[in-house]
């Protein structure tokens, strides 16, 4: 299998941060270590409206090979306040970073009409972030991703219109796809496509579960918090105006290699390189299935309810397909 390529880079102004510095409990694995975990906000455009989260979950002092963690060091100055925000110091006093990192997948359960549906949200986790004093003159090569796509569907959505006849969402392709950890994770994301060009593309591939096709892509990450006004005229006196923070957050392919990699090649990817990773990943979330489960029985009995014990993990693994079927 080869070695796979996924990459994000995010610059711009310090906007916000979520930052905190934890101790890890007596449970794990290093017991007692200072690490820093949280979420850190970056504003890539001049407008400062596309705010690029990215989440770090164990950061701690020194590396693996015991070396100083440059990125601990510029996260515990923000914590401290030593590197100014948009948010706590206003534009001119917030400092400029570059974060290089990769996209994740956060795995969640949630009740959803009385029923337990998982969540695989795209996220940016952890990586590398520097101080700098310059940053890149086009806005749209701020907040860049560059990975390898497992493309096993491509749905395509006409654009939508408000009451007003504006189009509020573009005509898109939805690439289903699977992209891959540096650590050898299979996971689940969607991107899009909107250039006119590039839907007919992967339109075009008829990619499929069965018949799925392994290329290379690059795209801009989109992050937008804005406000949409709401005025309602008044028969005397001025209007009421009300203020609607909207979110639109979406991961646009710009550009794909222009010969797809040959999967089935050992050396490449097979189905039995992504049937391994698929039981993998069934495991890892029957163990997050569980937790979520005793950590709603652990908050019905604080609350006085009773409650069954939950399924261990090995019970909530899915079956195994059958042959000529992939879950991955």
Same mark, same amino acid.
């Given at each position: 299998?080869?070695?796979?390529?996924?990459?994000?880079?995010?610059?711009?102004?310090?906007?916000?941060?979520?930052?905190?510095?934890?101790?890890?409990?007596?449970?794990?694995?290093?017991?007692?270590?200072?690490?820093?975990?949280?979420?850190?906000?970056?504003?890539?455009?001049?407008?400062?409206?596309?705010?690029?989260?990215?989440?770090?979950?164990?950061?701690?002092?020194?590396?693996?090979? #015991?070396?100083?963690?440059?990125?601990?060091?510029?996260?515990?100055?923000?914590? %401290?306040?030593?590197?100014?925000?948009?948010?706590?110091?206003?534009?001119?006093?917030?400092?400029?970073?570059?974060?290089?990192?990769?996209?994740?997948?956060? &795995?969640?359960?949630?009740?959803?009409?009385?029923?337990?549906?998982?969540?695989?949200?795209?996220?940016?986790?952890?990586?590398?972030?520097?101080?700098?004093?310059?940053?890149?003159?086009?806005?749209?090569?701020?907040?860049?991703?560059?990975?390898?796509?497992?493309?096993?569907?491509?749905?395509?959505?006409?654009?939508?219109?408000?009451?007003?006849?504006?189009?509020?969402?573009?005509?898109?392709?939805?690439?289903?796809?699977?992209?891959?950890?540096?650590?050898?994770?299979?996971?689940?994301?969607?991107?899009?496509?909107?250039?006119?060009?590039?839907?007919? $593309?992967?339109?075009?591939?008829?990619?499929?579960?069965?018949?799925?096709?392994?290329?290379?892509?690059?795209?801009?990450?989109?992050?937008?918090?804005?406000?949409?006004?709401?005025?309602?005229?008044?028969?005397?006196?001025?209007?009421?105006?009300?203020?609607?923070?909207?979110?639109?957050?979406? $991961?646009?392919?710009?550009?794909?290699?222009?010969?797809?990699? %040959?999967? #089935? &090649?050992?050396?490449?990817?097979?189905?039995?390189?992504?049937?391994?990773?698929?039981?993998?990943?069934?495991? $890892?979330?029957?163990?997050?299935?569980?937790?979520?489960?005793?950590?709603?029985?652990?908050?019905?009995?604080?609350? #006085?309810?009773?409650?069954?014990?939950?399924?261990?993990?090995?019970?909530?693994?899915?079956?195994?397909?059958?042959?000529?079927?992939?879950?991955?």
């Amino acid at each position: 299998m080869k070695k796979m390529i996924n990459s994000t880079h995010v610059e711009g102004l310090l906007y916000d941060h979520k930052l905190q510095r934890k101790v890890s409990g007596a449970n794990s694995k290093h017991p007692g270590t200072e690490f820093i975990s949280g979420e850190l906000q970056v504003a890539t455009n001049n407008a400062h409206t596309n705010i690029v989260p990215i989440h770090f979950t164990y950061v701690t002092a020194t590396t693996a090979k #015991g070396t100083e963690n440059a990125t601990y060091a510029i996260l515990s100055d923000i914590i %401290d306040g030593k590197l100014g925000t948009i948010m706590a110091n206003g534009e001119d006093g917030a400092d400029k970073v570059r974060v290089d990192s990769s996209i994740a997948v956060n &795995d969640f359960y949630t009740d959803r009409n009385g029923e337990e549906t998982l969540i695989s949200a795209k996220r940016i986790e952890n990586g590398f972030v520097h101080k700098t004093n310059k940053i890149s003159e086009d806005e749209k090569q701020r907040s860049t991703f560059d990975t390898d796509i497992l493309i096993v569907g491509v749905a395509h959505k006409d654009a939508v219109e408000n009451d007003a006849g504006k189009i509020t969402s573009p005509e898109k392709a939805v690439i289903d796809g699977r992209i891959f950890s540096y650590g050898g994770k299979i996971l689940p994301v969607q991107f899009s496509a909107i250039n006119p060009q590039a839907i007919n $593309y992967f339109e075009g591939l008829d990619a499929s579960m069965k018949q799925p096709v392994f290329t290379h892509v690059k795209g801009q990450i989109i992050s937008e918090q804005t406000v949409r006004q709401i005025v309602t005229e008044s028969a005397f006196g001025a209007p009421d105006v009300r203020e609607i923070p909207t979110n639109h957050k979406e $991961y646009v392919i710009t550009w794909a290699a222009s010969e797809t990699y %040959d999967f #089935g &090649d050992e050396d490449v990817l097979t189905f039995d390189d992504l049937a391994r990773m698929g039981a993998e990943r069934e495991t $890892y979330l029957a163990t997050v299935k569980t937790r979520n489960e005793e950590y709603k029985a652990a908050r019905a009995n604080a609350g #006085g309810t009773s409650f069954t014990k939950p399924a261990t993990a090995s019970a909530n693994t899915k079956k195994a397909p059958a042959a000529g079927e992939y879950n991955f």
